[in-house]
Nanobody, 111 residues
């Protein structure tokens, strides 16, 4: 099983980024895929989840209305569209499925 994140970078406050998580090694028609982040010196914070079969989405209050999680089943990829970014969104963002984690991608929001 592999989860490979990409799309992180440096962005100004108010800007946007789209993270991608390419998956392999398991059936993509699977209950839940999630994004989790870890800010500097902080613990893990759940950000968003999607049920790939029923396509229900769930968001943390801190990102509700600004972030959108989605999937492309043909590409076996999960996305996180992040708009109106704030400095407090600075973190390493991880893709998660069950006990599997990607290596993370750094998002830095700074002017």
């Amino acid at each position: 099983v592999q989860l490979v994140e990409s799309g992180g970078g440096l962005v100004q406050p108010g800007g946007s980024l789209r993270l991608s998580c390419e998956t392999s090694g398991f059936s993509f028609v699977t209950p839940v895929m999630s994004w989790v982040r870890q800010a500097p010196g902080q613990g893990l914070e759940w950000v968003a989840s999607i049920t790939t079969y029923e396509v229900n989405t769930y968001y943390a209050d801190s990102v509700q209305g600004r972030f959108t999680i989605s999937t492309d089943t043909t590409k076996k990829t999960v996305y996180l569209q992040m708009n109106s970014l704030k400095s407090e969104d600075t973190a390493v963002y991880y893709c998660n499925h069950d006990q599997y984690w990607g290596q993370g991608t750094q998002v830095t929001v700074s002017s």
